[in-house]
């Protein structure tokens, strides 16, 4: 089945500063690469996600790249603020014809003001 | 709010108990997914229905079912539970279930504690 490692585990910044999240994957029929953020208490909520004929997609100020060839893909945002403070998970679709998700393990982001 | 319910919000119970725990997809989702959130396990897939069909199965105790109703809201059933059942669980919905990759939207979760 498929295997998601992510990097880093925990990740401080300053505010305005840029936050990057790497995430591999090992089941290279995996084709949907989405990433959720969690805040305390709730549940995951999807900020961006990847289809795997697309290299790389925005949206305002978080990105995600993916390379297919060395599958794996990354988190990126940009200006952070206190606001994006939260727990990241990268997920992967288990291969093709499935649809559940494995998840990384998670990075705890936290934005110092 | 990602418009999928899930009830209750917290659940104490027992060793040895059965519970069952509750969700509502988003109006119009067919697909719905359980996942567990443990502190050493992290995130992991239980089983999906669609449309009231199993669909796939993750890694789901024997203790543990799952059903879908005719009008789409799902239960997770769990029996003889024990200290380590202790998680949160999460529900997911999607549109489809066959056709691309669809995105999954993520319930409130019920903690569960097994004291």
């Known amino acids: 089945g498929e295997n998601v490692e992510q990097h880093p585990s925990t990740l401080s910044v300053q505010e305005g500063d840029s936050a990057v999240i790497k995430c591999t994957y090992s089941?290279?029929?995996?084709?949907?690469f989405p990433w959720y953020k969690q805040e305390l208490g709730k549940g995951p909520q999807l900020i961006i996600d990847?289809?795997?004929?697309?290299g790389e997609k925005k949206d305002q100020r978080i990105a995600v790249t993916l390379n297919k060839t060395a599958k794996h893909f990354s988190l990126h945002i940009t200006e952070t603020q206190p606001e994006d403070s939260a727990v990241y998970f990268c997920?992967?679709?288990?291969?093709?014809?499935?649809?559940?998700?494995?998840f990384g393990s998670g990075t705890r982001l936290q934005v110092q003001p | 709010d990602s418009g999928v319910t899930q009830t209750p919000k917290h659940l104490i119970t027992a060793t040895g108990q059965r519970v069952t725990l509750r969700c509502s997809p988003r109006s119009g989702d067919l697909s719905v997914y359980w996942y567990q959130q443990s502190l050493d396990q992290g995130l992991q897939f239980l089983i999906q229905?669609?449309?009231?069909?199993?669909?796939a199965k993750g890694n789901i105790l024997e203790r543990f079912s799952a059903q879908q109703f005719p009008d789409l809201h799902s239960e997770l059933n769990l029996s003889s539970l024990e200290l380590g059942d202790s998680a949160l669980y999460f529900c997911a919905s999607s549109v489809r279930q066959d056709e691309g990759t669809d995105t999954q939207y993520f319930g409130p979760g019920t903690r569960l504690t097994v004291l």
């Open positions: 997920a992967a679709t288990e291969g093709a014809g499935r649809r559940a998700l494995t």
């Open positions: 089941d290279s029929a995996s084709n949907y």
């Open positions: 990847i289809r795997s004929n697309v």
């Open positions: 229905y669609y449309n009231g069909e199993e669909r």
